[in-house]
């Protein structure tokens, strides 16, 4: 590695931009990073609260690397399952895998911010600069303009290549974009809906009100309320609601009474357990939920985007910082192939990772429509009881779609999406049909005798074959 090539500027100290400070650290670099909000380590950063994440495979694999699980570990709260709750206040739990192994975690994400920017600064070639807003990027200079927040003084910094992880309003995607000096693809869209942040405070000996290990949803069809743990005894609460449309909508929930009687005939067990449910409602912001798609990420050996500056997504498969952390894994070990040479490890990188980027973007908004309606409906059930009991009794020979591109970190988002959707719909195609029922499906394990195993065998041979028919008709019809 020549000196030349020693130092990288990044723009974003976040999720994505502390773990590349950190790991860019660890290999050796000289290392600034310029971040525009204060140092979260030092203030009270949350609108409304800090949301809390769901860290699951493919984020710990990036922990592994840079050599942090177990501190990132006693940040957990395991969630085994979603526990779904229906307007009579009924609740079921569906497990998110028939592997008790398998679950995912809640996770903070001011504390894990917070850690991977104390393990960053442990090292003296990585600087972190706070309350400096990039303004822009000239790319073709390899420098970026900055200003200072508080003596609102502004200055260039120049790099031997600079990364930004400033996430879904990123400055640098920014100057791509406005400068027109490549061709450069970007598109953003949003969904009909927002989301809010709401909360479920502890009892007041410090207890959870509600069932801990489970990521709880409310599920209405065309809106939801999802609950996850903190480890203070609180759940955060997020409503995700059309802004405009159904009988109440962001528009018109304008007061205290109209909140009360939505949640009262909507969400009423979680209605008992929010008595801070108006103050919340009014203080809170009411934020929009987007995907950003664009491309190429990288101009020549110069710049780069990494994390949501270049494939921002929906929440809802609780991806998003795992996918960023992923992109910190792939970046790596891209390196360790081309260290030296940025053009060849930016090209590579974009051509690998982009694809898998699109895929979980498009299965976030799937898991959307899932998570708001189908989670309720019977058929699904149906199909979830079948994925559960055939990873229960084949633990090593099924995976579904869920396991697939949660708790599968060496397989690429977009061999997840193809499999899985051809799974699902092999499964719903059989249910249909009525070539399989769920009804011999026995709790616990007592009922893996050897005809309940025989006729789970079956099945499972049937989805295999039918998977992959589909998956070829799909290649033929140019789906992938």
């Not at 869209?189 to 009892?203: D, R, V």
């Not at 009474?257 to 009423?268: A, S, Y």
Request: proline fraction near 3%; aromatic fraction near 10%.
């Amino acid at each position: 590695m020549s000196n030349k090539q020693q130092n990288i500027l990044i723009i974003g100290a976040g999720l994505c931009g502390s773990l590349l400070a950190l790991r860019l650290g660890q290999r050796g670099y000289n290392v600034n990073v310029y971040e525009m909000r204060p140092d979260l380590r030092r203030t009270d950063i949350s609108a409304g609260r800090s949301i809390n994440l769901a860290f699951s495979d493919r984020g710990n694999k990036a922990m592994k690397l840079v050599g942090i699980e177990d501190q990132v570990k006693d940040l957990c709260i395991p969630m085994n399952g979603r526990m779904l709750h229906d307007k009579e206040g009924n609740t079921f739990l569906s497990n998110y895998s028939g592997r008790d192994y398998e679950y995912i975690n809640s996770i903070s994400r001011q504390e894990l911010n917070s850690l991977l920017l104390d393990e960053a600064e442990k090292h003296e070639n990585v600087k972190i600069h706070f309350n400096k807003k990039c303004k822009s990027v000239n790319f073709e200079k390899t420098t970026a303009l900055f200003q200072d927040y508080q003596t609102k003084a502004e200055f260039i910094e120049d790099s031997d290549c600079i990364i930004a992880t400033d996430g879904a309003g990123s400055a640098l995607r920014k100057s791509y974009f406005l400068e027109k000096k490549f061709l450069f693809s970007f598109s953003q869209q949003w969904l009909s809906h927002g989301y809010k942040e709401l909360s479920i405070l502890p009892n007041a000996d410090g207890s959870y009100k509600t069932y801990k290990n489970a990521l709880h949803i409310w599920p209405r069809g065309d809106f939801m309320v999802i609950a996850l743990p903190n480890l203070d005894g609180s759940f955060t609460v997020t409503l995700f609601l059309s802004y405009d449309e159904g009988e109440y909508n962001f528009n018109n929930l304008t007061t205290p009474e109209i909140v009360t009687e939505f949640f009262k005939k909507e969400f009423p067990d979680a209605l008992e357990l929010m008595p801070n449910l108006i103050k919340d409602f009014f203080e809170n912001p009411t934020a929009p939920l987007g995907t950003v798609k664009c491309s190429p990420w990288h101009y020549k050996g110069n710049t780069l985007l990494m994390g949501d500056s270049a494939h921002a997504i929906v929440p809802f498969y609780g991806q998003g910082m795992n996918a960023s952390f992923e992109d910190v894994v792939e970046f790596d070990a891209i390196l360790d192939k081309h260290e030296g040479h940025w053009e060849t490890v930016f090209s590579e990188y974009d051509k690998v990772r982009k694809k898998d980027t699109d895929a979980i973007a498009d299965l976030a908004i799937d898991n959307f429509h899932e998570m708001k309606d189908h989670v309720g409906q019977a058929i699904f059930q149906e199909k979830r009881k079948i994925e559960m009991a055939l990873e229960k009794a084949f633990p090593e020979d099924y995976s579904s779609k869920y396991s697939l591109v949660t708790f599968n970190e060496d397989i690429g988002y977009r061999e997840a999406m193809l499999r899985g959707r051809a799974q699902d719909k092999a499964i719903l195609n059989m249910l249909a049909d009525g070539e399989v029922s769920t009804e011999f499906i026995l709790s616990g394990d007592e009922g893996l005798d050897m005809t309940y195993k025989e006729v789970l065998k079956d099945i499972l041979d049937k989805v295999k074959t039918e998977t992959e028919a589909i998956l070829e008709d799909d290649k033929i019809a140019g789906l992938h």
